[in-house]
Every structure is written in structure tokens, then in C-alpha cells.
């Protein structure tokens, strides 16, 4: 499975704490999207399902869920069999787990063409991000994006979520000298990121989203 990276702790990106696994490699390509680093399909990101585990069995504090976003999830065919394994981690840890996948695909597509979804996840957030439709939501980068639920579990948690709220504070990781964003900025974040950082001196050499002001 190709695996852009693996973070915890994620407390922004689905209820409470959280482990956060990015796929790598999505051909949707959204415009305005802020991880174009996860679009192409590196095989050399390939990672073992024993690897995950062994992360996810090493963590070290207790955990709600897992957050599964990317690029884009279901272009991996290992998806279910990852989603299985989760099940199974969870019930190792002893802890209730929801699994909460993001995906660019509408929810009627999801449901067609990837009917797995509905029987190993607890709540898909589904639907492209549409720059237009941008703002402060909770979990969601647009406002057309939906948050379906499939278990009571996830219904619980997240049925409550909808247009209403202010989504929760960004997140930073550092990895290999790369700082790593997660969470959904609000537009405009991302460049008053990049002038904090340029007024203290520091310079991205390199970032995966494009300028985020609102343009006609």
C-alpha cells in the first residue's frame, strides 16, 4: 500500500485522539488542494501491512479512532484488507476505534463503486474539495463535502457535525527537516502561515499547496 505518512498524535481530523495514516497517490487533483505532495503514485512508498501495525501496536497513549485521508484512499486496492486489520488492531489495544475515511469521490459514486466502504468504516467524509465552497467547517475543507455515517458508532460521533461550528486549530509534525501540516485550514491560512514564517526568517523551499487567498 502506498503510504505518504504516518502521524500521532491527531487531534483534528475526526473525534478525539487519533492516528492519522495519508495514502499516497490521487488522481482527482483538486484544485486548491493543499497536499499536491500526495497526488503522484511513488511506489517507493510502498509500505507493508505489518509495518502499520507494528506502528499502531507501538503507540504509546490511548486512542479513539483512525483517520484515513491522503490522496486519495480508495485508489488503493489494499483499502479493505487495511480497514479489516484496523478492526482487529483496535480489538488488541482493547480500545473502541472509529474509522473515519476521507475521500474526494461524491457519496453516490463511494457507494457504487466502493461498497466496502459502508460495512469497514464507521464515517466517510466524501466529496472533492471545491475552493469555491471553502471555509471554517468542522472536518470538512467545503462546504459540499458530506459526512456519511455508517454505524452507530460513527453516528455518534459525527452526525452531529454539519454546516454550523469552527474548525479545530492545525497541527504541525516534523519530519527529515519537512514540516508537515495536518488538519483543514481555513482559506487564508496557509498564507498568513507563510508571512509568520517569512517575518521570523524562515523561507519554505518547498510547499504542497498553492496560494490560498480568495480569488475571483
Not at 51 to 68: E, S
Not at 138 to 164: E, W
Request: overall charge negative; glycine content about 12%.
Amino acid at each position: 500500500m502506498l503510504i505518504s505518512r504516518l502521524a500521532q498524535p491527531v487531534t483534528n481530523l475526526g473525534h478525539g485522539v487519533r492516528a492519522g495514516i495519508w495514502t499516497q497517490g490521487c488522481t482527482i487533483g483538486c484544485p486548491g488542494c493543499m497536499a499536491r505532495d500526495t497526488w503522484p503514485h511513488r511506489q517507493e512508498t510502498d509500505t507493508p501491512p505489518e509495518v502499520i501495525a507494528g506502528w499502531l501496536l507501538g503507540i504509546d497513549i490511548a486512542l479513539d479512532g483512525v483517520t484515513i485521508s491522503g490522496g486519495e484512499p480508495t485508489e488503493q486496492d489494499e483499502l479493505p484488507g487495511l480497514l479489516a486489520m484496523l478492526r482487529v488492531l483496535a480489538g488488541q489495544r482493547d480500545e473502541q476505534w472509529d474509522l473515519l475515511v476521507y475521500s474526494g469521490i461524491e457519496p453516490s459514486e463511494l457507494a457504487a463503486d466502493h461498497p466496502y466502504l459502508a460495512e469497514l468504516t464507521d464515517a466517510v467524509v466524501a466529496g472533492p474539495y471545491v475552493r469555491s465552497e471553502a471555509g471554517d467547517l468542522v472536518l470538512r475543507g467545503s462546504a459540499n463535502q458530506q459526512i456519511v455515517c455508517h454505524t452507530p458508532l460513527g453516528r455518534a460521533r459525527y452526525a452531529h457535525v454539519g454546516a454550523a461550528g469552527t474548525a479545530d486549530a492545525l497541527g504541525f509534525t516534523i519530519d527529515t527537516g519537512a514540516v508537515r501540516l495536518v488538519g483543514i485550514p481555513a482559506p487564508g491560512t496557509l498564507t498568513a502561515f507563510e508571512e509568520e514564517l517569512s517575518s521570523a526568517g524562515v523561507r519554505l523551499a518547498h510547499k504542497s499547496w498553492p496560494n490560498d487567498r480568495r480569488t475571483p
